[in-house]
């Protein structure tokens, strides 16, 4: 585990015992699939002026406790749709998501709210800080939303996150007086307010140099060893190589996947279970 993410604070003392901070909503939590997200034939028809539009075409995924996934495709292939569909940002037209362990799609709006607060850490690539609050508050909202910890913690907590992700000299700013790849790791701290399990990013380093979005990456990087759960979207091919898996959205549909082994970058299982007759080898 890289040095950033030791000594993090306690977390879990106040999660329910399914170790999963399914809260408010027993009886929905379940057991009996092992994936952290899984994606049950999801299907998004968005109804435009010019009629249905079919944005994600039967989706079937299983995201593993403790994988880091990429996720790439043009633009316009459905990955932010994708990621609205389990994040409970937006709801599926046809299909189920359970994520940690739970069926999302029967949480109403308030337990939603929560539910995501609580179960998942989500990173834009436009930041998207609060420009009235400081970074400090900016990470502590998350706290107050979800009351995982005690407010008398809160504050302790917010500058040890920001301290792990190197800019804790930036917590009384506010987010327009602080270089963009600084105002990334304030919303990664942001997403670890919680501890959440499941980190998910949309194009997190789209809108950084490359320098820092390596770093950027390293951290996410951390944060697999330390166990989270992570899928990125990105456009940087080079950086979804790095990544142990890497799915290839085309027009809504699972067109590739690949697998790779961490240390190397090497492929070694192709799964291509969903390949198209005229894509490029992944190997490639
Ligand atoms: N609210 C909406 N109403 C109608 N169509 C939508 C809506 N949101 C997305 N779409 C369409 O669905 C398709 C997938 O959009 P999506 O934003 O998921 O793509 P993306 O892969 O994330 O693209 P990008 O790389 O540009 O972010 C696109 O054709 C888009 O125009
Ligand atoms: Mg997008």
Redesign the pocket.
Known sequence: MRSWLRGLPPSGAKRASNGYSIHGVDGRSLDQSGAMIDLQGIT?V???DAGP?L??KGIDLQVMPGEFVSVV????????????MFTGI?HPTEGEAIVARTRIGQLDEGQMAVWRGRNMGIVF?FFQLLPTLTVIENVMLPMDLCQVYDPDERYERAHHLLDQVGIAADADKFPSAVAGGHQQRAAIARALANDPPIVVA??PTGNLDSKTADAIYQLFESLVAGGKTILM?T?DSELAERVPRTLT?AD?EIVNEVVRAPASGQVLNPVAKHRVPDLPDAEE
Do not use: C, M, P, R
Request: charged share 25%; no cysteine.
């Open positions: 998004k968005y109804e435009t539009f944005a994600l495709g043009k633009s316009g292939s459905g990955k932010s749709t994708l990621i609205n937006d690539q949309d194009e979207v456009h959205l809504g």
